[in-house]
């Protein structure tokens, strides 16, 4: 997960003086101490590092926080809105054009996701916006690049357009906008070449594609893994091309914050999504307050909600709700809700979004192994449809049937039904309001 070195260290700068009530200045000196020290630790530009220190440490001795009886949580609501006004302040809306096809052109270097990142906005823009994207493929020197856009349009079903590798990327793009208007297609996401360096061809190649297509954006994809080197692109890229906004990949990853927290204020273009891992739904608009409160451990239940709402079925959701109270719930609506579950993201990231969960100790070691929930899927599956429904069926015997089908030990499969029981008889006692029972959900 990203930051967590970044928020380990800022919870410990911050948590002498959460405790102090009223502090001194002093006391305000020696957290911000630690603080220049935690983010040039994460690789944030030391420019940027000495404006925030000093912003932060001259509001934060003003009269008013030294006076209060809560000046320690007040340090920490100054650090975290000068964080939030350094990513950029508010989200910045991506721009449409009012008239005929938005054009969007996908610049960055090679393996900084791309190709990867022109179908999520596509897939995003499809489901988030209503639009109707088409992809268009003027990368004709990476070897496979236009195959691999082919397929990622073949797996979203967005439709892609191609002239192989003969053709000069100017016309394809040309062409492409003009097939899009044709098929009554709104969005044309160009994606462009990239290089393994930044080379003066390349910025040519971009630089004529952009005059002649006149982008609404050029969106630059970065890896947020390397730190930054991500700024140093940044800022080429914008140098040479007037980039509109930036999108930052691989946030999924243990990236350290350089890049999330340099580009804004570097570059003075906002960023606008996330990628947040290898499948094609995996991308965020970014929240400059949200990464804020993530970066301080305080959770990011917003995301949480919107990606809950993304994924579950409300109607579903309702149906489960009366099974949980009428004690009906089966290993039918299991599966479903672990089915869910997977689509929202890995189970340790999720966890990490829900505030105060990260200082439970031991919290950022837990991992979910993907491969468990598979398991307990392979179990469920080698039952019966009757004793899914009715897992009061499950004697011993079937128990050492569904065992041997799904490959699993014999105290797996028990251990799995004695849970899904306890878990049962729990959430009908909550559902029907009674809380007490809560205490067998973790290893009762
Ligand atoms: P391009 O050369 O810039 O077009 O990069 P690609 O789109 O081919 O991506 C390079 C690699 O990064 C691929 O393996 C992608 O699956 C991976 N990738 C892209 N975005 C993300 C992300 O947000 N998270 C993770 N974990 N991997 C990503």
New binding site residues.
């Given amino acids: 997960m990203a930051f967590e070195g970044l928020t380990g260290r800022l919870q410990d700068a911050f948590s002498g003086l959460r405790k102090k009530g009223k502090i001194t200045e002093a006391d305000v000196k020696d957290a911000m101490r630690e603080v220049r020290l935690a983010l040039l630790e994460a690789d944030v530009n030391y420019k940027v590092v000495r404006e925030f220190v000093k912003t932060v440490r001259e509001k934060a001795i003003g009269e008013e926080v030294l006076e209060s009886i809560n000046g320690g949580q007040q340090v920490v609501k100054i650090v975290n809105d000068e964080l939030t006004h350094l990513m950029g302040g508010t989200q910045e809306k991506i721009i449409f054009a009012d008239r005929g096809p938005t054009v969007y052109m996908m610049t ?11 179908g ?1 906005l596509a897939n995003y823009l499809r489901k988030q916006e209503n639009k109707k994207p088409m992809l268009v493929a003027a ?1 004709i020197y ?1 070897p496979a ?1 236009i195959d ?1 856009l082919q397929t990622v349009g073949s797996d979203l079903n967005i439709p892609v357009f191609s002239m192989g590798d003969q053709v000069s990327p100017v016309e394809i793009a040309e062409k492409g906008i003009q097939e899009a208007k044709d098929t009554n297609r709104d969005v044309v996401i160009i ?1 462009t070449a ?1 290089r393994l360096h930044i080379d003066e061809t390349l910025m040519d190649e971009l630089e004529n594609v952009k005059t002649a297509v006149n982008p609404h954006e050029i969106f630059l ?1 970065v ?1 947020a893994m390397t730190g930054q080197d991500a700024v140093n692109v940044a800022n080429t890229f914008n140098d040479r091309l007037d980039i509109t906004s930036v999108i930052l ?5 243990d990236t350290r914050g350089g890049a999330a927290l340099s580009i804004r204020s570097v570059t003075q273009k906002p960023i606008k999504f ?5 499948r094609l739904d ?2 965020e608009p970014f929240h400059p307050d949200r990464m804020a409160n993530r970066i301080l451990g305080m959770g990011d239940i917003l995301t949480l909600v919107e990606r809950a709402q993304q994924e579950v079925d409300e109607k579903k959701a309702e149906e489960m709700a009366v099974k949980m109270r009428e004690n009906t719930y089966d290993f039918n609506d299991f599966i479903d809700q672990m089915d869910q579950m997977q689509n929202m993201g890995p189970m340790e990231d999720l966890l990490k979004m829900i505030p105060g969960v990260n200082q439970i100790p031991g919290m950022d070691q837990f991992e979910m192994d993907p491969k468990d929930m598979a398991h307990m899927k392979a179990i469920v599956m080698s039952m019966t449809p009757e004793e899914r429904a009715n897992p009061d069926l499950l004697s011993q015997k079937r128990r050492r049937r569904i065992a041997k089908g799904s490959a699993r030990n014999i105290a797996e499969v028990n251990r799995m039904i004695k849970q899904f029981k306890q878990s049962k008889e729990m959430m009908s006692k909550m559902s029907n309001g009674n809380m007490s029972g809560m205490e067998n959900l973790f290893g009762g």
Avoid: F, M, S, Y
């Avoid at 990949?249 to 990853?253: A, R, S, V």
């Fill in positions: 960055g270097l090679q393996g900084a996701g791309k190709t990867t990142t022109a999520k990368d990476r690049a691999q994606d990239g994809v890896d990949t691989k946030l999924d990853g996330t990628g947040t891992g290898e995996a991308l």
